[in-house]
């Protein structure tokens, strides 16, 4: 199967952007900060390999923990998904894997969206108090989630190309010429085509995203909690309608 990169950019990125435009800024902006973390991660490939080193330790522990009947068949499910390899000893994440990183990339995007439904969604009954975007909140939303899809685009892009991955090597199931990038496996094969040889983050550009994600992260917390001193002295936290949102009173039906 084959697929041109050009085409799939439009698609995603018009994907993202009418999400982004319903969600709202807000719910967008977390996302760009995870994702401004990956970047940073990608810049700094040291960092990188010792927050996985880290993560290893800690499975390594904890798989200690696990009874040995269960460990052949979680072994395999980690494997197969988080590229983590299996020996005699406990599972390993692969920092080099490219395959290693788009699984993070996916469990950062499923936090941040679990995180932006928790400050602004209804409780688990579908009641209480909701927020909505306004006309102002949905168009920086849809812009955001546009930005947000160029990056995840280029994300993936680097960690098929392996380049700026700890070890800077391509992983065994990559192949790439002038312009395609070819994955296969045993079960199918995919070709990439039109794929541009330079990315976003070849430039300064990367540090810009990086900043305006720890930037971001300030205005989130400063439009959706703030804290007060009660009439006791006592200080509590309270959670404000960030800006570009409406309360929404959900009742049951």
């Known amino acids: 199967m084959e697929i041109n990169w050009t085409m799939l950019s439009y698609v995603v990125i018009a994907i993202f952007a009418v999400v982004g435009f319903y969600r709202g800024w807000w719910r967008e902006a977390i996302i760009f900060v995870f994702l401004a973390v990956l970047i940073f991660l990608l810049l700094n490939p040291n960092i990188a390999q010792w927050i996985i080193e880290q993560v290893n330790g800690v499975i390594a522990f ?39 990183w788009i699984a993070i990339l996916i469990i950062f995007m499923f936090t941040a969206i679990l995180i932006g439904r928790a400050f602004l969604g209804a409780n688990l009954a579908r009641t209480g108090t909701r927020y909505a975007p306004t006309c102002l909140g949905s168009f920086f939303g849809g812009l955001l989630g546009a930005l947000n899809g160029l990056i ?21 199931d990559i192949s790439q010429t002038a312009g395609n990038i070819g994955v296969s496996a045993s079960s199918f094969a995919l070709k990439i085509s039109d794929v541009p040889q330079f990315t976003i983050l070849d430039s300064f550009t990367p540090w810009i995203f990086v900043g305006s994600g720890a930037l971001l992260a300030i205005i989130l917390l400063r439009n959706r909690l703030r804290f007060v001193k009660s009439e006791k002295g006592f200080r509590r936290v309270d959670q ?13 039906r």
Request: hydrophobic share 35%; net charge negative.
């Open 62 to 100: 904890i798989w200690n923990l696990i009874p040995a009947g269960i460990k052949t068949t979680l072994g395999g499910w980690l494997d197969s998904i988080f590229s983590i390899s299996i020996g005699s000893g406990p599972p390993q994440i692969n920092p080099s894997d490219g395959a290693t």
């Open 152 to 172: 995840i685009l280029n994300l993936v892009r680097e960690y098929l190309d392996g380049r700026n991955l700890p070890g800077g090597a391509l992983p065994t």
């Open 240 to 252: 404000l309608t960030p800006y570009g949102y409406k309360e929404i009173d959900v009742k049951v």
